[in-house]
């Protein structure tokens, strides 16, 4: 088989397959096999025949149909493997010659992923933040305890910090058009607690339950949306109760409510444990993050446009999946971040490009450093995962094909990123 390639792009190519007698010859032979069963010749069964008699006998342009069809997909493959590509989408086919059996020319038009440039990528350095969790950590999240096991007593005084004050808001832009998400009804809110948008607990300090409240609040410079950041917005209030919270005494008794412990210092004890596992699992998430990050920037490839697409496509669908989580409407958040479609489509082309990027350092990462997962680990993940699941259709689901090379490639991944962690932080 002789391949003749032409780049027409760094992400497009051409390749021209001309294939010999002695190239289709195989080919030929595996379709007569699997067209035999459904030939009858007379004495012989089902299957049985030889295949020059199957081929006598066989309806032609069935043959001829199949054949190029297994012969096309079959070159094609090889080609790709001689050439070692990495194509993207389903080629274009142009027949240019076609002698039965014994000659077949060829082109196909291709996308593929341009040529992996990774960085030396053993001597990315990320320094491992060190976790400490001290007293005050541990008395925060018993107060947290506390508030939460706390008895409510509705009042009819002015609410003061640590009372709670149960509210129903909606937040105007200065144009008087209600911003998405910021709105709400019978919200429990603690005054001092630090819950809400700075400034704003403390015009609720003083109200009394039946009061109604306006004022104005300037999001901070760095809130979480760009659309609000350093923006006014006009909130209305109705405080519907104020209530006095009666927190229990943290002791032995406070402590054999949550759990087996005998005394306040065994639940202190395992509180530190808990915390420090949790900021543990952070600071390791965190590490991996500003690592790929670090391999992403610094990994040159080209990327065809239809793959970014496709990733951003992706990117927005687990968006709106979120989304539901939170009872907010797929043009809500658009007009929250104050974008159309199109902008906020274009906008995320940098994520996906970055994540593509990582996605396929790390796969050419995992084959230079050898990375293996055995079939028994395969199948220590799966049992692990099933046990996870009461639902038997759910357990079942893991054993489909595709969840099962889902799967390995999550865990081919996460070898990639330990190796990858075990160079940064030596």
């Known amino acids: 088989m002789h391949i003749t390639r032409t780049d027409k792009s760094p992400t497009q190519i051409s390749l021209k397959i001309n294939a010999s007698a002695e190239d289709l010859a195989p080919i030929k032979q595996q379709v007569l096999q699997h067209l035999a069963g459904r030939v009858k010749?007379?004495?012989?069964?089902?299957?049985?025949?030889?295949?020059?008699?199957?081929?006598?006998?066989?309806?032609?342009?069935?043959?001829?149909d199949e054949f190029m069809e297994h012969a096309l997909s079959q070159l094609y493959g090889r080609a790709v493997d001689q050439e070692k590509l990495r194509t993207t989408g389903a080629p274009q086919v142009n027949m240019k010659k076609f002698v039965p059996f014994s000659q077949l020319e060829f082109e196909v038009d291709v996308e593929i992923i341009g040529k992996i440039i990774l960085p030396n990528y053993k001597n990315i350095k990320v320094a491992k933040k060190n976790v400490s969790v001290g007293a005050k950590d541990v008395d925060e999240v018993l107060e947290a305890l506390q508030t939460r096991d706390a008895e409510r007593n509705e009042v009819t005084v002015a609410a003061k910090n640590g009372d709670e004050v149960v509210i129903d808001f909606s937040g105007k832009d200065s144009k008087g058009v209600p911003i998405a998400g910021g709105s709400g009804k019978d919200h429990p809110l603690i005054l001092g607690s630090n819950a809400f948008i700075p400034g704003f607990?403390?015009?609720?300090?003083?109200a009394k339950s039946g009061d109604k409240k306006e004022f104005d609040i300037v999001f901070p410079k760095d809130y979480g949306l760009a659309i609000l950041q350093g923006k006014k917005v006009t909130f209305t209030v109705d405080v519907k109760k104020v209530q006095q919270l009666d927190k229990p005494k943290i002791d032995d008794a406070f402590s054999a409510k949550l759990g087996p412990f005998k005394s306040?210092?065994?639940?202190?004890?395992?509180?530190?444990?808990?915390v420090t596992s949790e900021r543990k699992m952070q600071a390791q998430r965190d590490l991996e993050n500003e690592l790929l990050k670090k391999l992403g920037e610094k990994t040159k490839v080209?990327?065809?446009?239809?793959?970014?697409?496709?990733?951003i496509d992706r990117i927005e669908e687990e968006e709106k999946r979120n989304l539901v989580y939170r009872n907010q409407t797929w043009q809500e958040h658009l007009d929250a971040e104050g974008l159309s479609e199109k902008q906020h489509h274009d906008n995320k082309k940098p994520e996906a490009y970055e994540r593509i990027k990582i996605g396929l350092a790390l796969s050419e990462i995992s084959e230079k450093e050898d990375i293996k997962v055995s079939p028994e680990e395969l199948e220590i993940r799966i049992q692990i995962l099933k046990g996870q699941y009461q639902d038997e259709n759910m357990q079942a689901e893991l054993d489909k094909p595709e969840n099962r090379r889902d799967i390995l490639a999550r865990m081919y991944t996460e070898k990639t990123i330990a190796k990858l962690v075990e160079y940064a932080t030596k």
């Open 41 to 64: 010749i007379p004495g012989f069964r089902d299957g049985k025949a030889p295949l020059n008699m199957v081929e006598k006998n066989v309806d032609q342009k069935l043959f001829l």
């Open 264 to 274: 306040v210092a065994e639940l202190k004890v395992d509180v530190k444990k808990q």
């Open 201 to 206: 607990e403390e015009h609720l300090i003083g």
């Open 302 to 311: 080209d990327i065809p446009e239809k793959m970014v697409e496709e990733q």
